[in-house]
């Protein structure tokens, strides 16, 4: 299970910080990922990361402002998120990456969502 936490209501300009705990099993051997999701949109990817954290990818519009890391020791990933737009304002969700044969910025590679966390990015 992959529970989502640190979303909230932040000014344009303004940082959050994303937690995403596993709980119940470990996914440490995992590709892990983050998505979005806003009203009446698609779920997209926003950013994935390698199970030791070597080697990281970003969507284009938040490349530059988005940092994935993660702490294996304590089964978490993390989604760093600086300069937040309006247009960032999404449900933010994470994600194991289960199926290599699949390209990485699909949901569809992914499995064992959560419940995600509202981030809302005020003008």
């Known amino acids: 299970q992959l529970v989502e936490s640190g979303g909230g209501l932040v000014q344009a300009g303004g940082s959050l910080r994303l937690s995403c705990v596993a709980s119940?099993?470990?996914?440490?051997?995992?590709?892990m990922g983050w998505f979005r999701q806003a009203p009446g949109k698609e779920r997209e990817f926003v950013a994935t990361?390698?199970?030791?954290?070597?080697?990281?990818m970003y969507a284009d519009s938040v490349k530059g402002r988005a940092t994935i890391s993660r702490d294996n020791f304590k089964n978490t990933v993390y989604l760093q998120m600086n300069s937040l737009k309006p247009e960032d304002t999404a449900v933010y969700y994470c994600?194991?990456?289960?199926?290599?044969?699949?390209?990485?910025?699909?949901?569809?590679?992914?499995?064992?969502w959560g419940q995600g966390t509202q981030v809302t990015v005020s003008s």
């Open positions: 994600a194991v990456h289960v199926n290599p044969t699949i390209n990485l910025t699909m949901r569809e590679g992914y499995e064992y």
């Open positions: 119940g099993g470990t996914f440490s051997d995992y590709r």
């Open positions: 990361i390698t199970w030791g954290g070597g080697s990281t």
